[in-house]
């Protein structure tokens, strides 16, 4: 008996941090949004990694890095084109435009939540680590050196990292 050729595939990632924003790629073995959530797994390894601080303050400039483990509980916020998840993201019925109060950075945009679901509840119920907002904003609190992507169709919010949240009407 043989066992199955394990595949791997890269995936183009901007990874947003309190204090960094890095371009990278990352190369899981299977669905990305497994080796992203995996229980097991408290550091992911991005490649081919372009690091810039953010803060005006920053002494950090643009550096290039071969490979670097970045503990989970650091990312904010993921950019990820959706159709790299395969599906793995479960869209659910009722839809919530929220704006999102993390370390350094306010989020704005829809997540999916189940119909019976309360506004206060949705991050407690949901499984893992991350919940998918489609049609984002990111707003910093302070000045940036660097640029921050501004707007994405989609990207992967680390829920742990939220410090408050309301509800947007309109």
């Known amino acids: ?5 394990l595949v791997s595939k890269q995936y183009q990632l901007e990874v947003l941090t309190e204090y960094y924003l890095m371009q990278c790629v990352v190369e899981p073995f299977g669905m990305l949004m497994s080796y992203l959530d995996s229980p097991d797994r408290t550091n992911i390894l991005i490649k081919n990694v ?10 950090v400039d643009l550096i290039k890095i071969k490979e670097l483990w970045v503990q989970r509980n650091e990312i904010l916020a993921i950019r990820v084109a ?35 679901t309360r506004l206060g509840d949705m991050f407690e119920v949901m499984k893992g ?11 910093p ?10 707007n994405t169709p989609f990207m992967l919010v680390n829920k742990n990292r939220i410090r408050f949240y309301e509800a947007i009407t309109g």
């Not at 008996?1 to 050729?5: A, G, Q, R, V």
């Not at 959706?82 to 950075?105: C, I």
């Not at 000045?143 to 992507?149: D, E, I, L, R, S």
């Open 82 to 116: 959706e159709e790299d998840l395969q599906g793995a993201v479960q869209k659910l019925p009722a839809l919530e435009k929220l704006r999102v109060f993390m370390p350094r950075f306010v989020l704005q945009g829809t997540l999916t939540h189940g119909e019976d």
């Open 1 to 5: 008996m043989s066992l199955p050729d």
């Open 129 to 139: 680590t991350w919940a998918a907002m489609m049609d984002a904003q990111v707003f």
């Open 141 to 150: 609190h302070t000045a940036m050196k660097a640029q921050v992507f501004r």
């Open 50 to 59: 372009t690091m810039i601080g953010l803060g005006v303050d920053s002494k």
